[in-house]
């Protein structure tokens, strides 16, 4: 079933301006993953679902997020040669989220596994489950290495709801860290006051989830920032990036399933995301929340395509 799920990449194509390394843009660097691909590479893989974000009572559209950030992407010019490879995207169709959210574990994992870097293209937040359970059945993660999780994100996603969607996958984590007795550090940066209830609140707290307002994210505020990040890589010995792009201005975000109405400036999100690549601790990261339906001159898309840019070519591998 797992399989079946996955479906193959679509050709990656954009601007070429010659062949040689110095005209060098993505979509000339990406092939098509193969078994036997290079330890260090960069392996994208998309989760095309809009499910979680339906049952969290969101507008759909989150499900085409993968092929407009491989669009974004394409043309962005390299400035040296890379190692990136496409293994395809997990489909979750017929309301089988929990089935897409194993099915894009196995691969993550299976990539990790062979030493590669995985970034996952959404797809609605339910992507971070199943990011996460490939990292927690890699065998990176051991029981003396401690997963950090930093979310760039409006919400906590920490909601109780019986029935799991793009609102719970953070709560479905760190209930699956406790009962197995293992560590799990949780932050989340950009948190909106307004978009998060007293109760949610209160949830973080008794978790023990570190975050910082969208208040306190200004570039003014970079040292405070610098801090809050420089603390979370201090606790944790391997880190999961995941990026809810509602965390931006919906001026420079407006294509996602909850615009901002005020949000943390591209600067700040863009300076975190240097810091964790530059970490050595960084072992995936996703995109989420995409909505192309609504994205207005691919603001949301070429905004999240520059972040993947930064990402995979400033990365420090980690140490296994």
Not at 26 to 34: D, G, K, R, S, Y
Request: hydrophobic residues 40%; contains cysteine.
């Amino acid at each position: 079933m797992m399989e079946n799920l996955l479906i193959p990449p679509p050709p990656w194509v954009g601007r070429e301006d010659g062949t040689s390394s110095h005209h060098l843009r993505w979509h000339q660097a990406v092939t098509p993953f193969h078994d036997g691909a290079e330890p260090g590479a960069c392996v994208f893989v998309g989760f095309s679902s809009d499910e979680g974000v339906e049952r969290n009572k969101g507008r759909r559209g989150a499900a085409r997020g993968p092929d407009a950030l491989r669009g974004a992407l394409s043309s962005m010019a390299l400035a040296e040669p890379l190692r990136a490879y496409d293994a395809g995207t997990v489909a979750v169709t017929d309301n089988r989220l929990e089935a897409g959210q194993m099915a894009l574990g196995a691969v993550v994992a299976a990539t990790l596994d062979a030493g590669q870097f995985p970034v996952v293209l959404g797809g609605g937040h339910e992507v971070a489950y199943g990011t996460y359970l490939g990292l927690a059945q890699a065998a990176v993660r051991t029981p003396k290495r401690r997963i950090g999780i930093l979310n760039l994100d409006a919400h906590f996603d920490l909601r109780s709801d019986p029935v799991p969607s793009s609102g719970t996958p953070f709560r479905q984590i760190l209930e699956q860290e406790h009962a197995a007795g293992t560590a799990l550090q949780y932050s989340v940066l950009g948190i909106s006051q307004p978009s998060n209830t007293t109760a949610l609140f209160d949830t973080a707290r008794g978790y023990d989830v570190r975050y910082l307002l969208d208040d306190d994210c200004s570039v003014s505020d970079r040292h405070r920032v610098a801090v809050f990040v420089s603390e979370f890589l201090s606790d944790v010995d391997l880190v999961y990036l995941t990026i809810d792009l509602d965390v931006l201005p919906a001026a420079v975000a407006p294509g996602v399933s909850a615009p901002a109405a005020y949000g943390v400036p591209a600067e700040t999100i863009q300076f975190v995301c240097d810091a964790v690549a530059a970490s050595g601790k960084l072992a995936v990261c996703d995109v989420a929340e995409l909505n192309p339906s609504f994205d207005v001159d691919n603001r949301t898309a070429r905004t999240a395509a520059r972040l993947i840019h930064r990402i995979v070519t400033k990365r420090v591998p980690i140490v296994r």
